[in-house]
């Protein structure tokens, strides 16, 4: 019996009527292990993976396959964005023993839950030297029935193994310049000078990298560091990387020069990017910077919006092509033909040329990526609007990809970050309110009446998965950055609430932070990763929230927790700048202060704007007039009016400047 049927999660359902007798991740699977003396086949995935379909399809949907499947394992389906947890103790261990790890992962565990057996992909045939997904299950029926002590030899080995790894996380003190300086040298000598990015292929958006490189350049006003930041988000922009037409960022680029994406649209990648390309509109004033700050925010928007006001998780990678198979790619890949059929000779000729479409294609059979080689020499703009709009309806004909609808709440929270911000330099309230929906959203469901986050919800109905380290440290920061928008200190409240679960739930001895509450449900290892990947880590994520609140309020335990966290980045930060870049970014913010803003005058008015403006590292914004303004934030407290008129004070160590109540003056005060 396939018991996904009533689950929460859209990657689960998909394998609802799989003829695998698929049992959700809990100790119910294990018992059962228990009962029958079988293994545990552990195959984790989500819902926009390429390869996740292809092994589904494959071998899931299989009757032969299920068939033994079911005979000799219980097989458990976990998806990797509902449980995060479970997904990063498992590939901690496949990456240990394969020196490798992806998606979909495949796990062979004990009913005891501890893994023995490992590997990704599994074709249904022995291919490029790997054995078919039948071999392997064969295989480890036989050393489950035949060899079973070394079987428990080799869990024991790997368990202990896991559970022996001590984290290293950069002793006493914080980064200061010495480890910033060292992490720029770093980043120095792995950018793609001809391409833009970091590394070669596959090349991932470094959206948290440039994000601390634009902060650096603020506090040190280092040319080399926006250099890196401005050529790597021009390459983006005119990769294939991004929708030329409809906007928003695919997961990765699968060559080193962007041309060729990984197609799945990530709700993450995009609510980072936006941010993004907003604060280097707001260091340099590139229209370019604009546009695809404002393109993206109205992808996320009309794309990944749900029903109930949150965003959803991701649009697949595949979808149908015209002769109705399931291809990757097939929903935003042109040919000369398909260009000639919607616009005509001459303005097919114009598209190829201006979008980099040719006769062999950059993609597969014939068809290439539109992007923006260049090369096409001056362009007419209307022309140009023309052509695109025309492309986009016609692409609007084709069968859509996939939408995973979950929402989970600290993508969501990196949405709200983005939405709020981009809305305001652009004078878009539009975008406010729906980062404002969005968050109300995690209040009423996610956070509900348990006081503690869910990760995941579903057409408003909360999942059963609790949150992880990264839900409150980006939900936080989503909800502060929109207490500095809106003027609204309920934001600054329930992003306090969150934080105090932070210092009681999460945090160890020594400042450091674990991925899962001391109360969570205990795996064969507490999960603890303080990298940042194509997220900020939980533990980055929440030292930056706790720096920023301790700015606002003035509190000392949070202050003391986010410097705590931040030890691992004054460890991490010279040896591997790109994969620590968010809690560089905090370094940064740290080091600066990070300064206190409160604007005593209304919010939206010219001294709020250009304090939300003002590029000093992750300063804090607080607006509002009356006698309630210093109730809703600490820091307007006995902040009065000079004369009458909003007035602007500017604090950071301990120390202010004389108040001023002349914008110019302000942005000179925030590097504006």
């Not at 992880?468 to 920061?477: I, K, N, Q, R, S």
Request: glycine share 12%.
């Amino acid at each position: 019996m396939n018991r996904l049927a009533g689950v929460t999660s859209p990657y689960l359902l998909q394998h609802a009527d799989n003829p695998v007798d698929w049992w959700p991740w809990g100790s119910e699977a294990f018992e059962e292990a228990k009962r029958r003396d079988v293994p545990v086949l552990l195959s984790v995935g989500y819902s926009a993976c390429h390869w996740c379909h292809v092994m589904a399809h494959e071998s899931f949907e299989d009757d032969d396959t299920a068939a033994y499947l079911n005979a000799h394992f219980v097989p458990v389906k976990v998806d990797r964005e509902e449980r995060p947890d479970v997904d990063a103790v498992y590939m901690e261990a496949v990456q240990a023993a394969t020196g490798h790890g992806g998606w979909p992962m495949t796990v062979f565990l004990t009913p005891d839950a501890e893994p023995f057996y490992f590997g990704t992909y599994f074709p249904p045939e022995p291919r490029h030297g790997s054995p078919s997904f039948q071999q392997v299950l064969e295989g480890v029926t036989a050393a489950w029935t035949d060899r079973r002590d070394e079987v428990a030899e080799v869990a024991g080995r790997i368990v202990a193994d896991l559970a022996g790894r001590s984290l290293v996380h950069g002793g006493d003190g914080v980064p200061g310049e010495s480890e910033v300086a060292q992490a720029l040298l770093g980043l120095t000598r792995e950018y793609d000078e001809q391409h833009g990015g970091f590394g070669g292929a596959p090349k991932f958006p470094p959206a948290m990298v440039v994000e601390f490189l634009l902060r650096h350049h603020a506090r040190t006003g280092a040319e080399g560091a926006l250099q890196m930041a401005a050529d790597t988000c021009t390459a983006m922009a005119r990769g294939g990387i991004y929708d030329q037409l409809g906007g928003g960022f695919a997961r990765y680029s699968v060559d080193r020069e962007w041309i060729v994406p990984h197609f799945e649209k990530m709700l993450y990648d995009n609510a980072l990017l936006c941010r993004v390309y907003a604060h280097l509109w707001r260091t340099t004033g590139s229209d370019e910077a604009r546009r695809i700050a404002l393109e993206t925010a109205d992808f996320m928007v009309r794309e990944l919006r749900t029903a109930e006001g949150g965003f959803a998780s991701a649009l697949d990678a595949d979808s149908e092509d015209a002769e109705g198979r399931h291809v990757e790619g097939a929903f935003y890949v042109w040919t000369p033909e398909q260009l000639r059929e919607v616009l005509g000779e001459d303005d097919a000729a114009f598209a190829a040329a201006y979008f980099g479409v040719t006769e062999e294609g950059t993609f597969e059979e014939g068809a290439s990526v539109l992007r923006l080689p260049g090369d096409a020499g001056p362009v007419d703009a209307a022309r140009v609007a023309g052509v695109r709009a025309r492309l986009l309806a016609a692409r609007d004909e084709r069968p859509h990809p996939g939408r995973d609808d979950k929402v989970v709440a600290a993508w969501n929270g990196l949405a709200i970050a983005a939405l709020a911000e981009t809305g305001a330099y652009f004078d878009r309230p539009d975008l406010v309110e729906r980062a404002t929906e969005a968050a109300d959203l995690l209040v009423r469901v996610h956070l509900g009446e348990v006081a503690r986050l869910t990760r995941t919800s579903k057409d408003g109905r909360a999942g059963d998965n609790a949150g992880v380290l990264e839900d409150y440290g980006d939900v936080a920061e989503g909800f502060l950055t929109l207490a500095a928008v809106t003027g609204e200190g309920a934001w600054l409240e329930f992003a306090g609430f969150l934080l105090d679960i932070v210092l009681e739930q999460f945090t160890g001895e020594g400042g450091q932070l674990y991925d899962t509450a001391h109360d969570a449900e205990q795996l064969i290892r507490r999960p603890q990763d303080p990298t940042d990947s194509a997220t900020p880590s939980g533990w980055t994520a929440a030292a930056g929230a706790l720096l920023s609140y301790a700015a606002y309020t003035g509190s000392e335990a949070h202050r003391t927790a986010a410097e705590g966290a931040l030890g691992v980045v004054k460890a991490l930060g010279p040896r591997v700048p790109r994969f620590v870049g968010w809690g560089l970014a905090v370094a940064e913010a740290l080091l600066d202060g990070p300064r206190e803003v409160a604007v005593a005058g209304p919010v939206g008015g010219e001294l709020h704007r250009t304090a939300l403006l003002g590029r000093a590292p992750g300063a804090v914004v607080a607006a509002g007039e009356g006698p309630g303004a210093g109730a809703e934030f600490p820091l307007l407290v006995d902040r009065p009016l000079l004369g009458g008129e909003p007035t602007a004070y500017v604090c950071r160590h301990f120390v202010c400047d004389a108040p001023t109540t002349d914008a110019g003056e302000l942005a000179a005060k925030l590097g504006g």
